[in-house]
Nanobody, 125 residues
Framework: QVQLVESGGGLVQAGGSLRLSCAFS????????AGWFRQAPGKDREFVAA????????NYADSEKGRFFISRDNAKNTVYLQMNSLNSEDTAVYYC??????????????????WGQGTMVTVSS
């Protein structure tokens, strides 16, 4: 069965950077789209970024464009989220997701079939 394990979260000062990683196992990674979502305390889970199975196309939430960058290494079964210019509004639990439709990179939660356990990112001002 598909499993996703995130790493790389932690405490960072405002203006700093972090890179999250998500290790995929249990199936052929390149056939899955991969995405990142986040959930701040008291708020709904929201879309951050996604990438198709081949890595050729990406999609970002408007607030993350130009600051966050999603990438994947299919040889390593890993998807990454590089986060730059972090601010307090980025504080949240970040979740990795995988969708069995390798071309879907939208924000509809039900289209993402597998989820990691989440990693906490805290941005201090």
């Amino acid at each position: 069965q598909v499993q996703l394990v995130e790493s790389g979260g932690g405490l960072v000062q405002a203006g700093g950077s972090l890179r999250l990683s998500c290790a995929f196992s249990g199936d052929t990674f390149s056939t899955y789209a991969a995405g990142w979502f986040r959930q701040a305390p008291g708020k709904d889970r929201e879309f951050v970024a996604a990438i198709v199975g081949s890595g050729r196309y990406t999609n970002y939430a408007d607030s993350e464009k130009g600051r966050f960058f999603i990438s994947r290494d299919n040889a390593k079964n890993t998807v990454y989220l590089q986060m730059n210019s972090l601010n307090s509004e980025d504080t949240a639990v970040y979740y990795c997701a995988a969708g069995s439709n390798g071309y879907y990179i939208g924000r509809t939660l039900s289209e993402w079939h597998h989820w990691g356990q989440g990693t906490m990112v805290t941005v201090s001002s």
